[in-house]
């Protein structure tokens, strides 16, 4: 393998520190601190300091919700399917909106998984500093973890820094990485396919550069990458597109998701820095207005700061109840 690595004269292939080694199988460490300690805490507030059912409370929840970046429409669906039913108290209007909440996104839920014995892709996208990069090496992480033998493409070829930062998390993840400084994107994904190919890797995850998404250039970039991913990869591989969301940014990244669509079919999202924020109703909006599943959830700088979105888990935590 190494003088086939070696044989490609115009990218770099930097193959695991352990290389060789036999393949760890050993469980993902459990995430602690679930979806971060701001989420829920005003909803929970909001039902803890309110006893009477009425319109002053409805009021509030509508405001509550909002603060957790909601969005506007989706709230006011949900409070208006509330305020024409009658209840007991405000604990079963809590519990009745959790249950909606979770219903809802399950309806969506589309769980994607790695084959070990067939090749899968995924490109992942974003605005700039969503937080792309990070994930790449958490998800690596997680994939090598559970058997696979992973190749990240350093699709980012803008920065010198970019390919910098994902190789510390390529060594981390123990992922070959696979680089062209200041080539074209579409060429790294091309040598990262082949480089899958001879070395037998079951999933190879492609970084991009940020871009915002009113650069065309960039957002037409990405389709280039597509394409070319589209004629290398082998027939019957897996391809997953994610958009990577800050949810610190909130109802904007519902603005950008809705670009990103119009440049390349997605999968779903990842939504990152929830540990940092109350936001996390825009997970509500996305589902709604786009009706995609977030599929990962980013609560932390760290390699197991990952967790993979649960409906259920989700929905109670946003509105301030435990994980029954
Ligand atoms: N608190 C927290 N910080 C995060 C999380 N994910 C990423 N970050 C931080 O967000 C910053 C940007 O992350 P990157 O992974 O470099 O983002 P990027 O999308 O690759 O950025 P560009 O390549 O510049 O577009 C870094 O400081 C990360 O440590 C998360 O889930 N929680
Ligand atoms: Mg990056």
Redesign the pocket.
Known sequence: MFSWFQSKKTSTVTPPPNEGAPVKTAPVKTVNGGWGQKMGGALANLFGTHTTVDTYFFDELEDTLLLADVGVSTATRWVDGLKNQSWKSTSAVQEALAQSIEAQLLALQKPITFDPAKLSLVMVT????????????KLAHRLKNEGHRVVIGAG?TF?AA?VE?LAVWATRAEATLVSKPNGDPAAVAYEAIDVAKHSNASVIIL?T???LQNQINLMNELKKIDGVIAKQLPVGSQRVNWL?L??TTGQNGLQQASVFTQSLPLHGIVL?????TAKGGVVLSIADELKLPVQW?????SIE??IPFEPKAFARSLCGLRDS
């Open positions: 974003g605005v700039n500093g969503a937080g792309k990069t990070t994930f790449i090496g980012d920065r970019a930062q970084d550069a940020g871009r990577v800050d949810a990152t820095k929830l540990d940092g959830v980013g609560v932390g700088e700061d990952l």
